[in-house]
């Protein structure tokens, strides 16, 4: 999940197709790394997602992406 941390309004929330890490163990296989977030971002953007627009959260699904 992404929001703008200074104005938030309409939350990111990127589906990747690999588990969230919560706890330290057990480490899942395929992490969710600053590049994965990086292009969910640009992909949300370029799909129209306006971080500070208000609304409900914008759900793009990225499990297809490497």
């Known amino acids: 999940m992404v929001e703008d941390a200074a ?3 309409t939350a990111l929330v990127v589906e990747t ?3 969230a890490v919560k706890e330290p163990d ?3 296989a395929e ?10 971002i640009r992909a949300a953007r370029s ?4 971080p500070r627009s208000g609304g409900s959260p914008f759900e793009p699904r990225l499990s297809a992406a490497g």
């Not at 992490?31 to 969910?40: F, I, N």
């Not at 799909?47 to 306006?50: D, E, N």
């Open 47 to 50: 799909s129209g997602w306006t």
């Open 26 to 28: 057990p480490v899942p």
């Open 7 to 9: 104005r938030p309004g």
């Open 31 to 40: 992490l969710v790394l600053p590049r994965d977030v990086t292009a969910g």
């Open 17 to 19: 197709g690999r588990p």
